[in-house]
C-alpha cells in the first residue's frame, strides 16, 4: 500500500475518532486488553494512528507502519468500530 493511501486512512481514522469524542490515549503493554472498555481500546488506537503518520515518512519503517496501521484496524473491529470488511475495503486502491 502506498504512503499515500496510508495516510488517507490514517485521516479518515483520526476524523472519525474525533468526531466521536474519543481521546488519545496509550493502554499500558502490562494491562490485560480483554479488560479494557472499548472507549479505552478505541483511545489506543487514535493513540496509534499518531506513530503512523510518523512512520509513513520513513522508508526504513515501511514494516512498522503497517504492522501499526494492521493493529488499529484490529481493534477497531474487536471495539465492534468497523467489520473486517470495512477494513478490506479501506485497504484497497480506489479504481
Same mark, same amino acid.
Given at each position: ?7 488517507? *486512512? ?7 475518532? $474525533?468526531?466521536?469524542?474519543?481521546? %488519545?490515549?496509550r493502554? =499500558? #503493554?502490562?494491562?490485560n486488553w480483554a479488560?479494557?472498555?472499548r ?6 488506537a487514535y493513540?496509534?494512528?499518531?506513530? *503512523?503518520?510518523?512512520y509513513?515518512?520513513?522508508?526504513? $519503517?515501511v514494516g512498522?507502519?503497517? %504492522?501499526?496501521?494492521? =493493529? #488499529? ?19 484497497r486502491?480506489?479504481?
Amino acid at each position: 500500500m502506498s504512503p499515500r493511501k496510508i495516510s488517507q *486512512i490514517v485521516s479518515k481514522y483520526e476524523m472519525e475518532l $474525533k468526531k466521536a469524542g474519543i481521546k %488519545r490515549k496509550r493502554i =499500558s #503493554v502490562d494491562r490485560n486488553w480483554a479488560l479494557c472498555s472499548r472507549e479505552e481500546l478505541l483511545g489506543h488506537a487514535y493513540y496509534l494512528l499518531g506513530g *503512523i503518520r510518523k512512520y509513513v515518512k520513513k522508508r526504513n $519503517k515501511v514494516g512498522k507502519t503497517g %504492522r501499526h496501521l494492521g =493493529s #488499529v484496524q484490529t481493534i477497531l473491529m474487536a471495539a465492534g468500530w468497523q467489520t473486517l470488511r470495512d477494513s478490506m475495503e479501506h485497504n484497497r486502491p480506489k479504481t
